[in-house]
């Protein structure tokens, strides 16, 4: 009984471990979005076309490509470009302590906020973000909401014809993370 | 009409309608322009960033006329500017406020690559000027106009006819603002189009006059509000561009020529926008018994990014009434709700329905609804459905009281199947097929060039 015990909890113990040690990718289920609001109402919502996720020495580093932003007119993502200058930046990145994060049990779901390092424009600040996730055996289902100010990453307000979008910009995130 | 024939009459009548297109420059009928309230599928839930009335319709703003190059029309060969061009996946975001629950969303799609030409070729830049570009005013002054031609078809008869002629302006110095339109107009003696914003007196069915729908002096108050007196647009319902439906022919706000005089104040914010006007009555008709006096507002709430729902209410009195001519006072109420709902990428859902309160008849409606779907972009399919009640007519004095009809205290349905391409920049053509309870149906094609 007693030797049962021990290696009960020894496989616990290696189990947590390897837990611990197993490293997060992306797995797939991407879904990137943003709002950015404008005068009368005006929304413009806007596509992303990837998203990558890598952990590294327990920082989770999510990429996304802003070379491809899509906001439902061509003109429209063209100067979009253009504010974000893509060509020189073209991802916008998070980087969080893989330890500030809270992962859920095997088919449970948590719902938390954290703060990252978002860098966007080749500026970098700390940005809060909530996030929610489900795990379901090695994946997690992740959404995550975040607001940004674009004057913080030294990003131009984009205006046309005098008609100006509001600096705050919401994001809306979707992938999956694996364990590996 | 024999089949053999139809054919031959119906190209001669494209050819004179074709051929008489520069005569269309000269003459005038009856018919507001566009304002296109299914623009919600675009992110634009209100009117005042893309037009010059808080409201909509007729004259753009610059921004509004990109917007009408960009997201109107359809766009032939190489594009790298247009809605087309930027492929975005056709599921909905959802709330950026909240979390979607599992199985909420649908899963993602995976997009289609964007096409080489969207990400390496410069997009062209949108059409901003006056008269297809040639004249790009300076920021002060918006200038616009419509030019209508019109093929109608009933039976065996086949007319064609000139629609509309105007020309709309507005200039900004500061926060102050002055605008409205001109035009020229011909209708028979009894049409009801057009008269009631007449400028001149002409008479006789072929005799010509000029118009304005809308003049006015306004000033904004901050980014938000603006006030404006004048002949304006009634703010009432959804600003539809088809003037004919019972929903505004009816209640007497269409943008044809029921425009009234009095100052209204509008608001635009991020979710709600509203307009009321006090009416002072139409200073183009005469005498002044006919003249209406109340108020007519609305308000609209954005419920979601695609999902608007609004109120509207009218009430007018006059010492008798325009139109039924009845040599009484006449009291008119009119009060409903509207929505505009955006189903999925191509399709927005459109519908109003009022109660009417007029003296001497009993309560009546209208009901409107309206799917639109966008085949391809500036290729539009349109259902729609009506109904009509205006009431049934009160007993006269001697005691003679119409029997119920359709449409006079018994419900009247109709229905159109309509056709609008947007096939060139600033150039449309529509088609109706328009089938009324008690009225048959018919045809109704339009050209129209919007300047």
Partial sequence: ?????????????????????????????????????????????????????????????????????????????????????????????????????TFPENDQSVQSSATGDFTLHGKTKPVKFSYKANRTGSDYHVQALAKIDIRDFD???????????????????KFKLRET | MSHRSWPRRAARTWRLLFAMIPLFAVLGYARSAAAYPWMIRHGYGSCATCHADPSGGELLTKYGRAQGDLLLRMHWGKDTSSAAASTQSSGSAGSFDEFDEPGSAPAPKAKPE??????????????????WGLWDTPDPLLLGGSIRAAAFFQGESARVFPMQLDLYGQLTLGPVFAGGSIGAARVKQNSPNARAAFLTTNQGNEEFNLLSRTHYVGVHLGSEFSVRAGRLNLPFGLRIPEHYAWVRDN???????????????????????????GIAGNYQIAPDRYRERGYSGFAEYLVSNDVGVGVSSLITAAKADRVSLEQEKTTRGVHGAFT???????????????AMHISRRALGYVGFAQLDYELSQGLHLIG?????????????????????????????????????????PQLELRVDAIGRQDAGGYLLAQLHAYL
């Fill in chain 1, 1 to 101: 009984m007693k030797f049962g015990r021990a290696v009960m909890a020894t496989w616990l113990a290696l189990s947590v471990s390897m837990a611990a040690s197993a490293k997060l990718e992306d797995a797939g289920d991407v879904d990137v979005r943003f709002l950015a609001t404008g005068p009368g109402g005006m929304e413009i919502k806007g596509e992303a076309s990837g998203l990558k996720a890598s952990e590294t020495d327990g920082q989770l580093k999510i990429k996304v490509p802003v070379k491809d932003l899509q906001t439902g007119i061509g003109l429209r993502d063209s100067h979009l470009k253009k504010y974000l200058e893509v060509e020189q930046y073209p991802d916008a990145t998070l980087e969080i302590d893989r330890s500030k994060l």
């Fill in chain 1, 155 to 173: 990003i131009e307000v984009p205006c046309y014809l005098k008609v100006c979008v509001d600096p705050i910009v919401k994001l809306k995130i």
């Fill in chain 2, 114 to 131: 964007p096409k080489k030409a969207e990400t390496e070729a410069e997009a062209e830049p949108a059409r901003t000027g006056f008269l």
């Fill in chain 2, 251 to 277: 209640t007497r706000t269409d943008r044809e020529s029921d425009q009234q005089h009095g100052a209204a104040i509008a608001y635009g914010g991020k979710a709600l926008r509203a307009e009321v006007m």
């Fill in chain 2, 340 to 354: 505009r709902i955006h189903f999925a990428k191509p399709m927005v859902l459109m519908a109003e329905a009022d």
């Fill in chain 2, 384 to 424: 729609t459905g009506e109904a009509l009640d205006m009431g049934r007519h009160d007993a006269e004095p001697g005691g003679f009281q119409p029997e119920k009809a359709a449409g006079e205290g018994k419900p009247r349905f109709g229905g159109w199947l309509s056709v609008d391409w947007f096939f060139l």
